[in-house]
């Protein structure tokens, strides 16, 4: 029996298959914490992933104006 599964669901799906590999940690390191940033609109703005005391990298988050998730850089 098949069921159907909602957009939304589907969507959430993608985002994480691609965070997970955009978010994988530079060879011999480990994220061990992450720290936010936010929009005025309590969106996510930015997230930064760090081994102990050091960067590794920030994921900047761009979102449409009906408030779904646009885009994700990683610098």
């Known amino acids: 029996m098949s069921q159907e599964v909602p957009t939304e669901h589907l ?3 993608c985002i ?19 720290a936010f940033t936010w929009y005025g609109d309590k969106t ?3 997230l930064k992933a760090y081994d102990g005391g050091e960067l590794l990298f920030t994921l ?4 449409n104006a009906e408030g ?3 885009e994700v850089a990683r610098t």
């Open 16 to 34: 994480r298959a691609a965070l997970s590999d955009i978010m994988a940690p530079p060879k011999d390191k480990k994220v061990t914490k992450v």
């Open 68 to 70: 779904t998730l646009k």
């Open 60 to 63: 900047t988050f761009s979102w």
């Open 44 to 46: 996510l703005e930015t």
């Open 11 to 13: 969507q959430l799906q």
